[in-house]
């Protein structure tokens, strides 16, 4: 499996699959799907030797369990297409939760639906989770995080210019933690192909525990570097990160 060291952490890299889920999509572990630039990760939807698309995912090698999780992006995602899906989140304990605590970037495949969702599984396979929308701005970077703790999450998104674009407090259906890890990955609802090359740029992942507070973030302690749109038991990896409800 090939690995990275991105952000003070070592990621493994979801190697190559066909038609596998979330999605269904095709998975590649290619350096043109998947790459450090910099300070930065670079994932990608690119065409594969043939010729289909294909998504990128990470996975943390480490568990960390409760405390504040951060991902801090770069790319303005106010300018989703109507089926890329950026995921931000949590994975691994037993079922039926698997202790997913997911942020998620996507319209679902309607550029009616908001941009941004915040879940929490409490069993997937009946479909049951807690979640609330908000919508990206066009100010990127945003700060993504939630901080998990005994019996509550409590989520934060931000924006550059310090709008809060979600603050919401759970308190109920909270999983303990089990052998999740923070992941990332890049995808395709339905699979549904784009019309060209799809990149996003996470500036950081960050964790601390309970008790201690992670920095504020600003556009410029990381730059303006937003302009990435179209640059030329657990469950198996492939039921990860995609049992959202149905929107419309």
């Known amino acids: 499996m090939r690995t990275i060291s991105w952000s003070g952490y070592k990621w493994d890299v979801r190697p190559a699959g066909t038609d596998q889920g979330p999605g269904p999509n095709d ?33 943390n090698q480490r568990h960390l369990g409760y405390g504040t999780y951060r991902w ?13 899906v950026l995921g931000m989140f949590a994975y691994g ?17 309607s550029l009616s639906n908001p941009t941004g969702w915040a879940t ?6 009946a479909g049951l989770s807690k979640q609330r929308d908000f919508s990206y701005s066009d100010h990127p970077p945003y700060l993504n995080q939630f901080t998990w703790s005994p019996g509550r999450i409590d989520y934060l998104i931000t ?29 395709r609802s339905h699979g549904v192909a784009p019309a060209g090359v799809r990149t996003v740029r996470i500036s950081s992942f960050a964790w601390v525990p309970l008790g201690q507070s992670l920095p504020p ?16 038991g657990r469950r198996p990896l492939s039921d990860h990160c995609s ?4 929107v419309a």
Do not use: C, F, K
């Open 27 to 59: 998975w590649s572990d290619s350096r043109r799907n998947v790459r450090v630039q910099g300070s930065d990760l670079l994932l990608s939807i690119v065409t594969g030797a043939t010729g289909n698309w294909n998504s990128s995912e990470v996975a």
């Open 93 to 109: 304990g037993a079922d039926p939760s698997n202790n997913e605590i997911d942020i998620e970037a996507s319209h679902w495949g």
């Open 243 to 246: 049992r959202h409800p149905a």
């Open 217 to 232: 973030i600003t556009a410029r302690a990381i730059g303006r570097r937003s302009n990435d749109r179209g640059d030329g």
């Open 159 to 187: 924006d550059a210019i310090g709008a809060t674009l979600l603050a919401w407090t759970l308190t109920t259906g909270v999983p303990t933690p089990s052998t999740e890890v923070p992941m990332i990955n890049y995808w």
């Open 120 to 125: 929490v599984w409490q069993n997937a396979d």
């Open 72 to 84: 801090v992006v770069a790319t303005d995602l106010s300018t989703l297409d109507a089926n890329e």
